[in-house]
């Protein structure tokens, strides 16, 4: 059995290695692969003012954020939500994961974080639109909003602020739809982007790598459900106590992020 295994195993490694030699051959530098680069661009383009041009989105998603260990163990946490918004202000979007059920309702002035787990919830004034909420999220209150950059009024801009190499790898199949698979890198990150073909651009998956980190940790989005104008639900996008949780301050509701505090940067592990 042992020498029937090692006769296989030979011919498929040679494989691999002859695959990733015509890889590498097909990413050196050409008239096509410029072609391919303003292609890719203009694709990505289309989906930022596709998405602009939308007042009302609805979507389900599932993510999975991998973290390394102080032993070199990668894992993978994985959650699943909702999103609704209404441009420029509005937004109600909900996570559940294995240690957190968490929503979040902005009405244009005042954001609300319920933990439905625990039952309790905290507001602050954040008067502005959403890409505001967004930079509000990330830099006060440390808690990004998942595949925050495909919210964003200029998705483009967003994405391609520090891009310093790009790719179209063509078609894939996100969920029973085609889409164009176009990649990135720039220096801290590679990422890549599977966006629906067709006269809906929307983003289908969005892959980031953090290239510099041990093993690679990625994060990704998975779109499902995309509905938009008159299929969105009507929603006013206001808070209703209908658990009567008890109001909080922010630094009391925890575990509202993707990751356990314990594998947070500066956890337990």
Not at 7 to 16: C, Q, Y
Not at 53 to 80: M, P, R
Not at 221 to 229: A, Y
Not at 243 to 265: G, I, W
């Amino acid at each position: 059995m042992k020498k029937t295994v090692k006769k296989s195993v030979r011919p498929f490694a040679a494989t691999i290695s002859a695959a990733a030699v015509a890889l590498v051959v097909g990413s050196a530098a050409s008239p096509a692969a410029n072609a391919g680069e303003a292609e890719a661009k203009s694709i990505l383009k289309a989906m930022s003012d596709y998405l602009a041009a939308q007042k009302t989105i609805s979507f389900g998603y599932d993510t999975n954020f991998e973290v390394v260990t102080k032993d070199h163990q990668k894992l993978a946490f994985a959650s699943s939500g909702t999103v609704d918004l209404n441009r420029p202000d509005k937004i109600r979007a909900t996570r559940s994961g294995g240690f957190a059920n968490v929503e979040m309702i902005f009405d244009g002035k005042t954001l609300t974080l319920l933990g439905k787990s625990v039952n309790l919830y905290t507001q602050a004034e954040v008067p502005g639109n959403l890409d505001n909420l967004v930079d509000v999220l990330r830099d006060k209150f440390h808690r990004p909003m998942p595949g925050a950059d495909l919210l964003m009024s200029n998705v483009y801009d967003v994405l391609m602020a520090d891009v310093v190499d790009v790719k179209d790898l063509g078609s894939g199949v996100i969920g029973g739809t085609e889409c164009d698979h176009l990649a990135f890198r720039d220096k801290d990150v590679d990422w890549q982007i599977w966006i629906a073909q067709g006269a809906s651009p929307y983003p289908c998956r969005y892959v980031i790598t953090a290239k510099e980190v041990d093993q690679g940790p990625q994060y990704s989005v998975q779109v499902r459900d995309w509905k938009t104008g008159s299929d969105v639900a009507a929603d006013d996008f206001g808070f209703k106590n209908t658990t009567n949780a008890n109001k909080v301050e922010a630094k009391e509701l925890t575990d509202t992020d993707e990751l356990p505090s314990q594998y947070a940067p500066g956890g337990a592990q």
